[in-house]
């Protein structure tokens, strides 16, 4: 069952004065099921950003439709839409976005302060995410008091706290060294075995090769896709690799 329809997406932006028109996305067509892990990947001004932003519902396309669960994002009114991602996207990002005035705990809390829960619910739904992040023991440190891996972590947590339908991760390794990054991905792959849909936008290959299906954007377009099927972590690799080669010098798709 898909979770997420995008059909035909468009998006065209007018330059400041209005003189060009930049076509970001054109007519991007794809569905990702229930409970896969999809990574998305592409050069720098392919439309990944677009692509991630249209799909979190914070912006709209020009034409076409993101569709989650059935549901229309462009047709959810403004005054709704901050609830509705809430309730049903989680966001893990390269940055981490914690405020660093809030402990870890009150971080991961805080889309469920927003959402009106009582503490001992947010609570009974914090520890059991915190034991399987490792970080139980430092929620009542501050962000600057633990490493980038920990923050990430932390992050990790906040969205799922929630039980998103969705979990979006935008370069959610791009700040980490290679030991936190293993350990990330380590992660992330617990928690879809679990059964929760992640979409991840990386130009990381190492990330990427640790999902279930790549995606790849080119001018705006889907470009080539690769399924893990039996593929190891270094046979796919290799793969995503090889089909970044071929996007970079102009290749056609296999």
Same mark, same amino acid.
């Given at each position: 069952?898909?979770?997420?329809?995008?059909?035909?997406?468009?998006?065209?932006?007018?330059?400041?004065?209005?003189?060009?028109?930049? /076509?970001? #996305? $054109? =007519?991007?067509?794809?569905? %990702?099921?229930? +409970?896969?892990?999809?990574?998305?990947?592409?050069?720098?001004?392919s439309?990944?950003?677009?692509?991630?932003?249209?799909?979190?519902?914070?912006?709209?396309?020009?034409?076409?439709?993101?569709?989650?669960?059935?549901?229309?994002?462009?047709?959810?009114?403004?005054?709704?839409?901050?609830?509705?991602?809430?309730?049903?996207?989680?966001?893990?990002?390269?940055?981490?976005?914690?405020?660093?005035?809030?402990?870890?705990?009150?971080?991961?809390?805080?889309?469920?302060?927003?959402?009106?829960?009582?503490?001992?619910?947010?609570?009974?739904?914090?520890?059991?995410?915190?034991?399987?992040?490792?970080?139980? /023991?430092? #929620? $009542? =440190?501050?962000?600057?008091? %633990?490493?980038? +891996?920990q923050?990430?972590?932390?992050?990790?947590?906040?969205?799922?706290?929630?039980?998103p339908?969705?979990?979006?991760?935008?370069?959610?390794?791009?700040?980490?060294?290679?030991?936190?990054?293993?350990?990330?991905l380590?992660?992330?792959?617990?928690?879809?075995?679990?059964?929760?849909?992640?979409?991840?936008?990386?130009h990381?290959?190492?990330?990427?090769?640790?999902?279930g299906?790549?995606?790849?954007?080119?001018?705006?377009?889907?470009?080539?896709?690769?399924?893990?099927?039996?593929?190891?972590?270094?046979q796919?690799?290799?793969?995503?690799?090889?089909?970044l080669?071929?996007?970079?010098?102009?290749?056609?798709? $296999?």
């Amino acid at each position: 069952m898909s979770i997420l329809e995008v059909n035909g997406l468009k998006k065209v932006y007018t330059t400041r004065f209005g003189g060009n028109k930049v /076509e970001a #996305l $054109k =007519k991007v067509t794809f569905s %990702v099921e229930q +409970g896969e892990y999809v990574a998305i990947m592409g050069e720098s001004g392919s439309g990944k950003t677009t692509l991630l932003n249209i799909l979190a519902a914070l912006d709209k396309p020009t034409s076409g439709t993101v569709l989650l669960d059935g549901k229309d994002l462009s047709q959810i009114k403004d005054s709704h839409i901050s609830a509705f991602r809430r309730d049903n996207l989680g966001f893990v990002f390269q940055d981490f976005n914690l405020l660093d005035t809030f402990s870890l705990e009150d971080n991961i809390y805080l889309p469920l302060v927003l959402a009106g829960k009582h503490f001992t619910e947010m609570h009974q739904r914090l520890t059991p995410i915190a034991a399987r992040l490792g970080i139980s /023991e430092i #929620l $009542k =440190k501050y962000p600057y008091e %633990v490493s980038g +891996g920990q923050k990430q972590r932390a992050a990790v947590a906040r969205a799922l706290i929630t039980n998103p339908r969705l979990l979006l991760a935008d370069e959610p390794t791009g700040a980490l060294d290679s030991k936190a990054t293993d350990e990330l991905l380590r992660l992330f792959r617990e928690i879809n075995q679990s059964g929760q849909t992640i979409l991840m936008v990386t130009h990381s290959v190492k990330a990427a090769s640790h999902a279930g299906r790549i995606l790849f954007i080119k001018d705006g377009e889907v470009f080539h896709q690769i399924y893990r099927g039996n593929s190891t972590n270094e046979q796919l690799y290799q793969k995503v690799s090889d089909t970044l080669t071929m996007l970079a010098t102009g290749g056609e798709k $296999k």
